[in-house]
């Protein structure tokens, strides 16, 4: 492949090229040459777009897509194609298939179904066998395999002695453990938020504090044990403090915030719309603001579409009933930028790659192109036309989002899509 991108702007606060437009040659997978108005010299494709902007390629590290066992849902093939299509470049794949992606087997399993394409996947094993939270899976052969790093999605572990013998075990070789932290017994049956929305619509509530206790447990595990630990999909403003406060003293603790939770609150469940029950559930605005403010004061590491598909039989049906979970891929890009600065949108999808182990590509010669084309200006309503995957279960359907992506240059590929 043989590629010239012209006149682009270059958002890569690591590049010596950050905040220049110019010209990038690619070449069999990698860039040749960065300058302006390079020569066309061997017939190659040349890229020029309205208001062209690249960055490092995106990661979202935490995508559910169903195979195997939920092809229905969504498959890995269709799955990558939409994460290329959305900007990511690559993307850590939860494992809550059927089986569970608990063992080796399972592990090359999905690597051997994403060979192939633009979008790189990267197994998360699951920490116990099956995710039942009762027995240690078989992290040290996931690893080996190529899992990045292990957690039972969505499942709090309740048994702490089982967390700490697993980071002090994974330590031996440099592995990552994920901790969502939710206390089952304090959220009992609850659906959304505890507060004034779900009172006045008579929704058993999820009190911020099923969160924070478990969140502090688990950091008070990680002090005793060492190891790293990677709390996702925070929610409330005291989480953020809690985590703010253990990297103060020195923690290896990271964490991430899904789009939603920047973007929406409890106030959307005014009309028991199911598109907006997810887990955790959407907080109050005092929440939003301070995940806002973690994210750009560091605190929040990373942000997550937290992608995750959901028949529409289990999201047709009473709130109390329907199945926690949105698609976030296609929508995370331009949801992000209606609530934060772009620099800071494109840092916290790209430097979470580190945290799993996953190589960063920096803008610059000789590096491997690992792009992501976009245009952060224009707005537009999230339409079921804008969605590929094969859920239609988004929270941002008839959203006014900002901005558009074009798509992505990555293992010696281009997957383009023309807004």
């Given at each position: 492949?043989?590629?010239?991108?012209?006149?682009?702007?270059?958002?890569?606060?690591?590049?010596?090229?950050?905040?220049?437009?110019?010209?990038?040659?690619?070449?069999?997978?990698?860039?040749?040459?960065?300058g302006?108005?390079?020569?066309?010299?061997?017939?190659?494709?040349?890229?020029?777009?309205?208001?062209?902007?690249?960055?490092?390629?995106?990661?979202?590290?935490?995508?559910?897509?169903?195979?195997?066992?939920?092809?229905?849902?969504e498959?890995?093939?269709?799955?990558l194609?939409?994460?290329?299509?959305?900007?990511?470049?690559?993307?850590?794949?939860?494992?809550?298939?059927?089986?569970?992606?608990?063992?080796?087997?399972q592990?090359?399993?999905?690597?051997?179904?994403?060979?192939?394409?633009?979008?790189?996947?990267?197994?998360?094993?699951?920490?116990?066998?099956?995710?039942?939270?009762?027995?240690?899976?078989?992290?040290?052969?996931?690893?080996?395999?190529?899992?990045?790093?292990?957690?039972?999605?969505?499942?709090?572990?309740?048994?702490?002695?089982?967390?700490?013998?697993?980071?002090?075990?994974?330590?031996?070789?440099?592995?990552?453990?994920?901790?969502?932290?939710?206390?089952?017994?304090?959220?009992?049956?609850?659906?959304?938020?505890?507060?004034?929305?779900?009172?006045?619509?008579?929704?058993?509530?999820?009190?911020?504090?099923?969160?924070?206790?478990?969140?502090?447990?688990?950091?008070?595990?990680?002090?005793?044990?060492?190891?790293?630990?990677?709390?996702?999909?925070?929610s409330?403003?005291?989480?953020?403090?809690?985590?703010?406060?253990?990297?103060?003293?020195?923690?290896?603790?990271?964490?991430?915030?899904?789009?939603?939770?920047?973007?929406?609150?409890?106030?959307?469940?005014?009309?028991?719309?199911?598109?907006?029950?997810?887990?955790?559930?959407?907080?109050?605005?005092?929440?939003?603001?301070?995940?806002?403010?973690?994210?750009?004061?560091?605190?929040?590491?990373?942000?997550?579409?937290?992608?995750?598909?959901?028949?529409?039989?289990?999201?047709?049906?009473?709130?109390?009933?329907?199945?926690?979970?949105?698609?976030?891929?296609?929508?995370?890009?331009?949801?992000?930028?209606t609530?934060?600065?772009?620099?800071?949108?494109?840092?916290?999808?790209?430097?979470?790659?580190?945290?799993?182990?996953?190589?960063?590509?920096?803008?610059?010669?000789?590096?491997?192109?690992?792009?992501?084309?976009?245009?952060?200006?224009g707005?537009?309503?999230?339409?079921?036309?804008?969605?590929?995957?094969?859920?239609?279960?988004?929270?941002?359907?008839?959203?006014q989002?900002?901005?558009?992506?074009?798509?992505?240059?990555?293992?010696?590929?281009?997957?383009?899509?023309?807004n």
């Amino acid at each position: 492949m043989k590629i010239i991108i012209r006149e682009a702007k270059i958002i890569d606060s690591k590049s010596p090229f950050h905040n220049k437009t110019a010209d990038i040659l690619i070449k069999d997978g990698l860039i040749e040459k960065i300058g302006t108005s390079l020569p066309n010299t061997e017939n190659a494709e040349e890229i020029k777009l309205d208001n062209l902007h690249i960055s490092q390629g995106w990661f979202d590290s935490s995508v559910s897509l169903g195979e195997p066992g939920y092809e229905d849902r969504e498959t890995i093939s269709n799955g990558l194609n939409v994460a290329a299509k959305s900007g990511f470049t690559a993307i850590a794949l939860q494992p809550n298939s059927y089986p569970i992606i608990d063992n080796q087997s399972q592990v090359n399993f999905v690597k051997n179904k994403a060979n192939g394409f633009a979008t790189e996947l990267f197994p998360i094993g699951a920490l116990t066998k099956a995710s039942e939270g009762k027995d240690m899976a078989e992290l040290f052969d996931m690893k080996k395999t190529g899992a990045v790093a292990f957690g039972d999605y969505n499942k709090s572990l309740d048994n702490a002695n089982l967390l700490k013998i697993a980071l002090q075990y994974v330590q031996d070789f440099d592995g990552l453990v994920i901790a969502y932290s939710q206390d089952q017994n304090i959220k009992g049956n609850g659906v959304a938020n505890e507060g004034i929305v779900s009172t006045k619509l008579g929704l058993k509530g999820i009190p911020d504090l099923a969160e924070e206790l478990q969140i502090v447990r688990n950091l008070f595990l990680l002090e005793y044990t060492g190891g790293k630990l990677h709390i996702p999909t925070i929610s409330t403003a005291k989480s953020v403090q809690l985590i703010k406060d253990a990297k103060a003293k020195g923690l290896n603790v990271t964490t991430s915030v899904a789009v939603h939770h920047l973007v929406l609150t409890d106030e959307k469940l005014e009309g028991f719309d199911t598109r907006f029950k997810v887990t955790p559930p959407l907080r109050t605005e005092t929440d939003r603001q301070a995940l806002l403010n973690g994210v750009l004061d560091g605190t929040i590491d990373m942000i997550t579409s937290d992608h995750n598909p959901i028949d529409i039989e289990f999201k047709k049906m009473e709130f109390d009933m329907a199945k926690n979970g949105t698609i976030g891929l296609e929508s995370a890009f331009g949801a992000l930028l209606t609530v934060l600065p772009l620099e800071t949108v494109i840092e916290k999808l790209t430097l979470g790659k580190s945290v799993f182990g996953i190589k960063n590509d920096t803008i610059t010669e000789g590096s491997k192109a690992n792009i992501t084309l976009f245009n952060p200006n224009g707005e537009s309503v999230f339409a079921k036309s804008n969605i590929q995957s094969k859920s239609k279960n988004s929270a941002f359907l008839g959203a006014q989002l900002k901005g558009s992506v074009y798509g992505i240059v990555n293992q010696n590929q281009l997957v383009f899509k023309k807004n």
